[in-house]
Structure formats: structure tokens, C-alpha cells
């Protein structure tokens, strides 16, 4: 069946550095890939989403790009902020069974 | 309202009494999702409702899990006989329709503390 792997965390940044979660996933077809976000306090929301292979989902400043070759749909930021601390989830969807697959999340702590 | 409404939002009860837990999509949504995420865990998805079609139940973990919708609004998850092991947070979630490019959207959860 689909999967998702995530890279496990906690993860603790200082502000203005880099950042790269990354995401891997085993599916049959085409799926649909996602990235969530959850903020502190606060519901899970979409952060951006891909359809098909080569397309670049972005969103306040991250970025993630489907990459069917290696299958993977890594999250960066040139620049992280400390408001970018949450808890990250890596997430597919295949066509007939459209129901999300998530990975197991990450914690970012941005340490200003 | 603009999102997707859970209640209650915290819900402590012993073990082996039953819930019901609510979930008010998004006004125009067809689709409805119910999800469960245990502590320290990813989510795990467990049954989705699309218009009138037949719910996919194929995740519901055990037959103490029911779940029901009324044409495209107020969906209930029922738990009958809780165990602890179902201490978690339930979400739902709603989209356009059902689809593998469409995003879903979220309630808050309810908080599930089985004693």
C-alpha cells in the first residue's frame, strides 16, 4: 500500500538558517503530494501541494518539488523564522483512494 | 462558519462508556474525512463520506467504530465500548470534492482521554 517517510525529528534550527525536511513516499500511479502544517495551539493546515511529477509547490517563503524519479518531496526554506516553528507533516493522495497518507511529522524548533 | 467545526473540543470519559464525536464541514463540501492521531503518531486515516455514495470504511480499526452522514452536512464518529488504546486526537476534514489533488481542510480536533 502508499506510504510516507519523513524525516524523524525533533528538529532545532537557529534563525535564518536553512531548512530541509525531507520526504519520501511509496506509491503505485501518480499520486498527489502535500505538505501540512501544524502551529502551535492550532489546526492542521495545507502549507502547498504538488500534482504531478517536475511541478513545485510554494508557500511563505518553503518550497518542495515532486520528484518522481526518487520519489521524494523534500520541504525547504532559505530562511527560517522563529513563527516557522510547528510541527511538519509530509501527506499523499492517490487517484481511487483519495484519502491522505501522512508521514509521522516533524518538530521544528527556530531558535532565534 | 468558514471552516470545518468539531465538537466538543476535549472529552474525558471512562472506559467503556460510548462517544459520540461531532464534525460540521465546510458549507458546500461534498467530501468528509475522519482521521485519528495518537500521540507522538502520524495520522491514520479511518472512513470518508462523498456525497451519497458508500462511505469507505476501511479504516475504521474495529467494529466499536461507527460513523454516519446526513446528505452533505453534520457527520458523527461514534466509539462504543472505549478502551484506552483510543485515547487520541480525532479529526475531520472536508474538501471540494473527492479528489487526489484536492486539499483538505481541517477542524481543531477533539481531544479523546479515555480513564
Known amino acids: 500500500g502508499d506510504s510516507v517517510t519523513q524525516m524523524e525529528g525533533p528538529v532545532t534550527l537557529s534563525e535564518e538558517a536553512f531548512l530541509t525536511i525531507n520526504c519520501t513516499y511509496t506509491a503505485t500511479g501518480y499520486p498527489s503530494l502535500f505538505w501540512y502544517v501544524q502551529y502551535p495551539g492550532e489546526g492542521l493546515q495545507l502549507l502547498l501541494k504538488?500534482?504531478?511529477?517536475?511541478d513545485k509547490g510554494s508557500n511563505k517563503g518553503f518550497e518542495a518539488t515532486y520528484r518522481k524519479e526518487t520519489t521524494s518531496f523534500h520541504l525547504e526554506k532559505g530562511s527560517v523564522q522563529v513563527s516557522d516553528s510547528a510541527v511538519y507533516f509530509c501527506a499523499l493522495s492517490n487517484f481511487g483512494n483519495e484519502k491522505l497518507t501522512f508521514g509521522t511529522g516533524t518538530r521544528l524548533t527556530i531558535i532565534p | 462558519g468558514a471552516g470545518v467545526s468539531q465538537s466538543p473540543s476535549n472529552k474525558v470519559t471512562e472506559k467503556g462508556k460510548d462517544v459520540e464525536l461531532r464534525c460540521d464541514p465546510i458549507?458546500?463540501?461534498?467530501?468528509l474525512y475522519w482521521y485519528r492521531q495518537r500521540l507522538g503518531q502520524g495520522l491514520e486515516f479511518l472512513i470518508y463520506?462523498?456525497?451519497?455514495?458508500?462511505?469507505?470504511k476501511s479504516g475504521l480499526p474495529s467494529d466499536r467504530f461507527s460513523a454516519e452522514r446526513t446528505g452533505e452536512s453534520v457527520s458523527t464518529l461514534t466509539i462504543q465500548r472505549t478502551q484506552q488504546e483510543d485515547s487520541a486526537v480525532y479529526l475531520c476534514?472536508?474538501?471540494?470534492?473527492?479528489?487526489?489533488?484536492?486539499?483538505?481542510?481541517f477542524g481543531d480536533g477533539t481531544r479523546l482521554s479515555i480513564l
Open positions: 504538488a500534482t504531478k511529477a517536475d
Open positions: 458549507s458546500g463540501h461534498t467530501a
Open positions: 476534514a472536508s474538501s471540494l470534492v473527492v479528489g487526489a489533488d484536492q486539499p483538505q481542510h
Open positions: 463520506f462523498q456525497g451519497n455514495s458508500a462511505p469507505d
